[in-house]
């Protein structure tokens, strides 16, 4: 049997427009769309199809707009080929609020609302410090640890071979570039966010999320889901909070996370929501691995036609 994963993704990934033409095509994205915007009180909708980027970016609209377009990717892959399993789902940072929502943990209105307070109480951090993230491109964890250490900042994450964010004060980012491209780094780029996310200097989010997480019921997961903070599946619910308010402040373990999926046997992956920085990781770390995506029409239709064939195989 060929193990599904579902991979969803994390903030970053908006862009203008995202969702649009699924709920121009399919009435079930549009009443998620209409169902989102009476959930938040306000037009998410709008935000999501024009904008302007300056809105979209800030933390409090991207969390929401992000969760809510994969999960309108999910809803429409199921509607389409009901015959799809998975077996197990991660998410990349406030994608793992998506995918815990996917297999049941919380549902898709409580989900939506934990994603925008951990939005508003992000932003928040981030207004209160003076802290940046930048990727470095080429050089392997144990060189870049060490520079982390020496300049003091931390490492964000662990994406791919080859791809390590870091993360802390602004100045302080702009001396671990330096040093690693000394060091050897093919790029070391910053990156535009508007703070230090898994960072300590987000530390000031995390009671606000405990608030909002002990407001919901919690149940245990249908499938895995892969924990960002272990890169191993989540426990009890009540350890799934404790690790969703220490994922603020901790190291994002994707390629572990990835290759925790392939030991346990899956070989099929699909990436959902806006973009396709999941994809470009999983083939990173194993090519071998079958990767689709459904951020719009055209991969919508994409994925279910190569699954539909390898479903009747």
Not at 160 to 174: E, F, K, M, R, Y
Not at 196 to 214: F, T
Request: net charge neutral; proline share 5%.
């Amino acid at each position: 049997m060929c193990k599904t994963a579902l991979l969803f993704a994390g903030q970053g990934a908006q862009v203008i427009g995202m969702g649009k033409d699924l709920a121009q095509c399919h009435p079930t994205a549009q009443a998620l769309f209409d169902h989102a915007n009476t959930v938040l009180g306000y037009d998410l909708q709008r935000i999501c199809f024009q904008g302007p980027e300056p809105k979209l970016t800030q933390t409090e609209h991207a969390q929401p707009a992000i969760y809510l377009v994969g999960w309108i990717a999910l809803q429409l892959l199921c509607e389409r080929l009901p015959s799809l399993q998975f077996h197990a789902a991660a998410g990349l940072s406030l994608g793992e609020f998506t995918a815990l929502a996917a297999a049941g943990v919380f549902g898709f209105e409580d989900g939506l609302r934990l994603v925008r307070q951990r939005g508003l109480a992000m932003q928040q951090a981030c207004e209160q410090t003076r802290g940046s993230m930048a990727a470095i491109i080429g050089l392997d964890e144990a060189p870049t640890r060490e520079i982390c250490a020496e300049v003091g900042v931390v490492l964000a994450n662990l994406n791919c071979p080859g791809q390590i964010v870091i993360s802390g004060a602004t100045d302080l980012i702009q001396r671990a570039c330096d040093l690693a491209l000394a060091k050897g780094a093919k790029k070391a780029l910053p990156l535009p966010v508007a703070g230090a996310y898994h960072s300590p200097l987000m530390a000031g989010a995390q009671a606000k999320l405990a608030e909002a997480l002990a407001r919901v019921t919690l149940g245990s997961p249908t499938v895995p889901v892969i924990s960002n903070v272990a890169a191993e599946p989540h426990g009890a619910p009540d350890r799934i909070a404790a690790s969703l308010v220490q994922q603020v402040t901790s190291t994002v373990r994707w390629e572990s996370t990835i290759r925790h999926l392939i030991s346990q046997g899956f070989t099929r992956f699909i990436e959902l929501g806006p973009g396709k920085a999941l994809t470009g990781f999983l083939r990173r770390i194993d090519r071998t691995a079958q990767a689709f995506n459904v951020a719009d029409i055209p991969s919508l239709e994409a994925t279910l036609q190569a699954l539909q064939e390898a479903l009747a195989c």
